[in-house]
């Protein structure tokens, strides 16, 4: 079974500040990865979605990196903004199971 | 495009009721799913279509049944109300292949008294 771990649950960082989010899941037969966000009381957005077959993918300001083997993906968020607060989410999609999520608040 | 619609956006109801809640798609997508989301949980998959006339269930479906008689439309119904339904329900949409991004709805907040 499929298990889908996001740490930490919820980080603050002041504005300008490069971060990074991080996914680990069990089985690294996950088919493809996706990176959400989801604002408070809306639905998820999706950000980012790595294929199996690749290593990174780039929108932007985030930058999304996947590794079976180690069973991680990294959601790298460049120069932060007050408008990048929110909760980020990582979903395994051939299980389709969801982290927790990182509730991000970027401090002005 | 609307994308994903879900109705209604939020419902009260009695233990023992039951509904229905609505997700509408309009582009195409082969795959829908329903999800609920709880505090400190993450989603967690309910039942998932995919395809007309097909479901299947996920993670959590006790308590839940679906159907798919139109492509562009998943029903989630709830025959007999419980506390522990209490919670903010998702559909999702997506077809598998090199795009595969998965769509969400606006969520319905449910509460059971």
């Known amino acids: 079974k499929q298990e889908v771990t996001q740490i930490p649950a919820a980080l603050s960082v002041p504005e300008g500040e490069n971060l990074v989010l991080n996914c680990s899941f069990t089985d690294s037969a996950i088919y493809n990865l996706q990176w959400f966000r989801q604002d408070p009381g809306k639905g998820l957005t999706s950000l980012l979605l790595?294929?199996?077959?690749?290593r990174e993918q780039t929108s932007g300001r985030l930058n999304a990196s996947l590794d079976k083997s180690s069973g991680r993906s990294t959601l790298y968020i460049a120069a932060s903004q007050p408008g990048d607060s929110a909760t980020y989410l990582c979903a395994a999609l051939r299980d389709m199971r969801f982290g927790a999520g990182t509730r991000l608040t970027v401090k002005p | 495009n609307a994308g994903v619609t879900q109705t209604p956006k939020f419902r009260v109801l009695k233990t023992g009721q039951s509904m229905t809640l609505l997700c509408a798609q309009d582009?195409?997508?082969?795959?829908m799913y329903w999800y609920r989301q709880d505090p400190g949980m993450g989603l967690r998959l309910i039942h998932y279509?995919?395809?007309?006339?097909?479901?299947a269930k996920g993670e959590v479906p006790d308590g839940y049944n679906v159907s798919r008689l139109k492509k562009q439309n998943f029903l989630l119904g709830l025959e007999s109300a419980a506390p522990s339904q209490t919670s903010v329900y998702f559909c999702?949409?997506?077809?598998?292949?090199?795009?595969?991004?998965?769509?969400f709805g606006p969520g319905t907040r449910l509460t059971v008294l």
């Open positions: 999702a949409s997506r077809t598998p292949g090199r795009g595969d991004t998965q769509y």
């Open positions: 279509s995919v395809g007309e006339g097909t479901t």
């Open positions: 582009m195409n997508h082969e795959y």
């Open positions: 790595i294929q199996s077959s690749q």
